[in-house]
């Protein structure tokens, strides 16, 4: 291939939906994986499920949305939106399909040779059939509403993602037979797993609520005859549409877009296999949908809801062992954590290194009688108490507070609402960030006056303000006193909470104002480097890489001869080891226990390396859309760290590993026989643990990180 080769031309990039689908086809991998534990397969069986609901309501909705406008463009893999839509639908249906036969032919049999089984309500025991009588009449029947479809009843305006019951019903009016439709929707506030009692009393026993609810269906239409009944459910456009600069509040804006959300236009009707096409047909009618928006479910529709039979503590030899992190080497015997932090950096590996400490960072500066303000950007909390009760605290005794919300995470829109609605009334200082922009970046500003003077305390992050995914998801934290450091975030909390521009920065580098060009300088630094017969490497880590540009400047730094590593969870519209343009580039994705999330740029830097963390995917929504910040590592220490302990063991993970083929397709390598198996997330949990058992080791390194030694890198051939 040429200099002169187009290298934005469609023959170059994977679509950016049909990469997401196979990404999820991973996910489905790990529930097809016997060597997972069985409930962990049932977990990511959900959580299929609860990907393609996403996909379907923005994704799709999109596509549809552009298919009904006027507008007729190509995506940069060269498919309109009406072909993409076709290749979505056709691989979908092969997903789901997959998805179900692995539910009834492997994950159903295996619970119920472990003690968890779905019984048949037309079988039950004389006592488990008074108990599910007594539950529907107490429980269940006061909260159903059946609601007819007639000339005088029209079609309810159903909940997204909320699963209902289409009745058919005969009756019968002056000797004349009719045959009439009904829906009933399945209350949300009931769980939809019923436990029943296991006369041996050692495993789980469970009915679907749906079947409850079709079992006593005559109770609800009296003189009718019950014809049939059948599940379905409805996916909803779920994308907000708020103009921010006519939206004078925009919280109010957001509540009122987040009530039509759950009204949006309908993108797919899931129903139970077993339903009539002439009854499906008419739900597709009056959805507005066609035959290419029906799926047919031969399992239980709403497959998220499974998550149910995971909850407590029983059967755990049917999970993964239980982990519970250690804090973090330098921060175990420092109860000051401002004292630990003026001393040097330090880096946060979770969750392998327990997220109690920046909890501790917050609840610090919350007492601390020398800390003057807090500064602190809130995208996804969770709602946890921690976080925003040491805000408030903060409040309670002094501090100047300020919380940056964003109110439009999408999904998380309505726990953020209520959350910056009780820290406004706590007294502290509430604001939604940029007009136009999300503001997506993890940073919590400290200012505290040490005996010294004023010194700014920063922790900066990939991941966010939640407890609770810091324990599910793999992110990076570093905590610093450095002064360039709070000088820029200090700026950036000016320019979020005020009115200026933005001025440039010491050290951060920030979305949408420079993060784009810093990227494709550092990418370009090693096609230069590499042409000048220097060493030249990248190695990237992120959730997805989609940003043309960007794609296009990795393929010249191949063509120079860098060598070029991705580690991408998600998408991937990139086209590694194609002859002439990519060869010199891998793509691997890591599935496994914990979420890969943490966001980490490795450039080589002809043996001069820097090191970059941050909240910035290499997509276009978050480097001209959100509000990032992606900093550097500057310890030489944390650098080498980063390097060794995360991405060399990441890139030899070949148990959970899958490489991207040029087609688009990912396949896992098999294992040479006699070659020993890596996998990272286990990896990083033993040296976790090791760890913290050697903490008082006196050769312990003074950056706080821990050494392994590797096998040489294997070369792919």
């Known amino acids: 291939m040429t200099a002169k080769t187009n290298l934005s031309g469609p023959a170059q990039f994977i679509s950016r939906e049909l990469s997401w689908l196979e990404f999820n086809q991973r996910v489905l991998d790990e529930a097809l994986d016997t060597k997972t534990p069985l409930l962990e397969r049932v977990k990511f069986f959900c959580i299929v499920s609860s990907n393609l609901d996403e996909f379907f309501e923005v994704r799709v909705a999109g596509l549809k949305q552009q298919i009904e406008s006027t507008v007729v ?5 060269g498919l309109t939106a009406t072909e993409t839509l076709r290749a979505i639908n056709h691989r979908a249906r092969k997903m789901i399909a997959d998805q179900y036969a692995c539910w009834r032919n492997e994950l159903v049999p295996a ?5 968890i089984r779905f019984l ?11 108990f599910v009588e007594n539950f529907y009449r107490s429980q269940v029947r006061p909260v159903l509403t059946p609601l007819g479809l007639d000339p005088a009843h029209p079609f309810p305006q159903l909940l997204n993602r909320s699963l209902n019951i289409i009745v058919q019903l005969e009756m019968e009016s002056e000797g004349a037979k009719s045959q009439r439709l009904a829906v009933v929707q399945v209350p949300r506030v009931l769980p939809r797993l019923i436990k029943l009692t296991d006369p041996a009393g050692s495993g789980q026993h469970y009915l679907f609520l749906g079947q409850i609810i079709g079992r006593y269906l005559a109770d609800l239409f009296p003189g009718t005859q019950i014809v049939g009944y059948w599940h379905f459910r409805v996916t909803r456009n779920s994308e907000l549409y708020i103009d921010e600069e006519e939206a004078a509040n925009l919280l ?3 509540e009122n877009e987040l009530h039509n959300r759950r009204r949006g236009a309908a993108v797919r009707l899931e129903i139970d296999h077993g339903c009539p096409k002439e009854i499906a047909d008419t739900l597709l009618g009056f959805l507005k949908l066609d035959e290419n928006d029906l799926f047919r479910i031969h399992g239980p529709v709403n497959a998220t809801r499974l998550f149910e039979i995971s909850a407590g503590d029983h059967s755990p030899e049917l999970r993964d062992p239980p982990f519970v992190a250690p804090t973090a080497a330098l921060l175990r015997d420092e109860p000051d954590i401002f004292a630990a932090i003026r001393q040097r950096d330090i880096l946060l590996h979770h969750p392998y290194e327990s997220f109690d400490s920046v909890v501790e960072f917050l609840k610090q500066a919350a007492v601390d009688p020398n800390v003057l303000a807090i500064k602190q950007t809130l995208y996804r909390t969770g709602g946890d108490l921690q976080i925003v009760g040491a805000l408030m605290d903060a409040v309670r005794n002094g501090k100047q507070v300020t919380a940056v ?8 829109e309505a726990n953020n609402i209520l959350w910056s609605q009780r820290l406004e009334e706590a007294g502290v200082h509430v604001v939604y960030g940029l007009v136009g922009y999300k503001v997506h970046a993890k940073m919590c500003l400290v200012v505290r006056k040490d005996s010294d003077g004023i010194r700014r305390y920063l922790h900066l992050a990939s991941g966010n303000y939640n407890p609770k995914t810091a324990r599910l998801y793999t992110d990076i934290g570093l905590l610093t006193a450095q002064p360039d450091f709070g000088e820029d975030a200090t700026n950036l909390f000016n320019l979020l909470t005020g ?5 440039g920065t010491r050290k951060l580098l920030v979305a949408p104002f420079e993060l784009h060009q810093r990227i494709l300088g550092l990418i370009g ?21 989609v940003e043309p540009t960007i794609i296009e400047a990795l393929y010249r730094a191949s063509q120079a001869g860098a060598q070029i590593e991705l580690i991408v969870r998600g998408m991937c519209c990139l086209r590694p080891q194609v002859k002439g343009l990519s060869e010199n580039i891998t793509v691997r994705s890591i599935v496994d226990r914990f979420l890969e999330h943490s966001r980490v740029f490795y450039f080589e830097n002809a043996c001069q390396p820097e090191v970059f963390v941050g909240s910035a995917d290499w997509m276009p929504r978050n480097l001209f859309g959100r509000f990032e910040v992606v900093f550097p590592i500057e310890d030489g220490n944390l650098r080498e760290r980063i390097r060794r302990e995360l991405l060399d063991i990441v890139l030899h993970d070949n148990v959970k590993a899958r490489f991207l083929q040029a087609d688009g397709t990912y396949i896992r390598p098999a294992l040479k026989r006699g070659a020993p198996a890596h996998r990272s997330q286990s990896e990083f949990i033993s040296l976790a643990l090791a760890d913290d058992i050697d903490a008082t080791a006196p050769s312990r390194p003074k950056s706080g990180g821990i050494r392994v030694k590797l096998s040489p890198r294997p070369v792919r051939k």
């Open 525 to 545: 630094r090693e096609a230069d480097n590499a042409k000048k017969g220097l060493p030249s490497r990248i190695i990237a880590k992120m959730n997805a890489l």
């Open 73 to 77: 463009e190509r995506n940069p893999g």
């Open 120 to 130: 048949d309500i037309n079988a039950l025991s004389e006592e488990d059939a008074a």
């Open 405 to 412: 919300v964003e109110l439009k995470a999408r999904f998380d």
């Open 499 to 503: 009115i200026c521009q933005f001025q």
């Open 111 to 115: 619970l119920a040779k472990n003690g």
């Open 252 to 254: 109010k804006a957001v």
